[in-house]
């Protein structure tokens, strides 16, 4: 009994760090959105994809993140404890609320890419499939009067693993989804048993997709932990119909180069990611330190509309590349709109074995044409679907 307390303290524990590892990837995304994140220029010197701590409070208390600036300095020193973002010099261990540049560690390629972030991207991951799926084993289901969301049975997991090419014998997907167990990722019902490939109930633990206030942060640790877990979210009643955030999908960064600079995700986890906006995400997308160009606000050197891409003489040239996921996801972070483009690519990944390029532009994504969607779209087709992505892109000659 007393080595089951551990187990399930312990997982409670990863549980928390995996809600401040979303709460944190989706403030990321905002940040960039609102454009707080950007390159800064301080003694001669350019730190690229950074904010100025006393804006960021600013911006945290505008938008009721946080009753007041004392709270704010708080929350963003739990993330910093956390590893999540650091001072761009690492010489302030405390945010300061000053004019002070700081920065999200998956924006530099220097978050902490360990064990346990790597099972609780690839559960992420798993997560956003099993709730894109048309025919998706989580359900709302009922056991001993006891009404439970997301549930699925344990061999039903198995068996979906083995069919989506999650894993290659039964043996395989039984360690995985212990590993999740353990991480506080999934548990069974009523808390009783390990994972078994059996008829038991299990579910997930959390909500990936549920919008984080940041404010949980401080006070999540003191609530029931199985409050998420039995309340139905808006997010999961209408899965089929949003598309997940960047930073679900994101928790996913990937490894940073010398000449190339970390921006937000794609699933390598992403394409956020995830891992993670990930993020991405992305794409987005859940694997994760993103690289780019260094001159991240002229990543383009030109922009073409998407009739200029198939105009005669146009200096493009049309690939086709197939990139076959890892347990990491794709490692490729897309950007902008009609058309999207790749931001980011992460060196030792799939996408970048498979010949993804940095200023390529997507045309199609498994034979479905994308050049009129968003990034989000685009990362959400390439999340939901299977392992083995085949991307049409039209490449600027140099």
């Not at 877990?229 to 940073?256: M, W």
Request: aromatic fraction near 6%; hydrophobic fraction near 35%.
């Amino acid at each position: 009994m007393e080595r089951t307390g551990s187990i399930r303290r312990k997982a409670i524990d990863r549980q928390h760090k995996g809600e401040v590892m979303i709460a944190g990837e989706q403030l990321r995304l905002r940040l960039h959105d609102e454009k707080l994140i950007k390159d800064r220029r301080y003694h001669l010197r350019t730190f690229p994809n950074c904010f100025v701590a006393q804006e960021l409070i600013d911006w945290l208390v505008s938008h009721k993140e946080a009753p007041d600036r004392a709270t704010a300095v708080c929350l963003m020193q739990h993330l910093m404890d956390h590893d999540i973002l650091h001072h761009v010099c690492d010489k302030r261990p405390m945010l300061k609320d000053a004019k002070v540049l700081y920065r999200f560690r998956k924006d530099d390629g220097t978050f902490p890419f360990n064990t346990e972030v790597k099972i609780f991207m690839r559960g992420q991951r798993l997560y956003e499939h099993l709730i894109g799926d048309k025919n998706s084993i989580l359900h709302l289901r009922e056991e001993h009067g006891v009404a439970y969301q997301r549930s699925f049975l344990g061999c039903q997991l198995i068996d979906w693993l083995l069919q989506n090419g999650e894993a290659e014998s039964r043996r395989q997907g039984l360690e995985l989804c212990r590993a999740l167990q353990e991480h506080g990722i999934i548990q069974h019902v009523a808390k009783k048993h390990d994972f078994y490939d059996s008829g038991l109930l299990y579910q997930f633990c959390i909500n990936f997709r549920r919008r984080r206030r940041l404010s949980e942060l401080l006070n999540e640790s003191e609530q029931d932990d199985s409050e998420d877990v039995a309340a139905s979210t808006q997010e999961d009643n209408h899965a089929d119909k949003s598309p997940p955030q960047d930073g679900n999908s994101a928790f996913q960064s990937v490894r940073l180069s010398k000449d190339l600079k970390q921006v937000t995700c794609g699933r390598r986890g992403s394409l956020n990611s995830p891992q993670l906006h990930s993020s991405g995400p992305l794409v987005q997308l859940p694997s994760t330190s993103v690289r780019c160009n260094p001159e991240s606000g002229k990543l383009l050197r030109r922009h073409f509309t998407c009739e200029e891409l198939f105009a005669p003489g146009a200096p493009l040239i049309k690939r086709v590349l197939t990139v076959i996921g890892d347990d990491m996801g794709w490692g490729f972070v897309v950007r902008g709109m009609a058309p999207c483009y790749v931001q980011a690519v992460d060196p030792g990944s799939p996408s970048a074995a498979a010949g993804v390029k940095v200023r390529q532009f997507v045309c199609q994504v498994n034979g479905k044409c994308v050049l009129y969607l968003d990034y989000r779209t685009v990362n959400r087709l390439v999340m939901t679907g299977p392992r083995t992505v085949v991307l049409e892109v039209m490449e600027p000659l140099e």
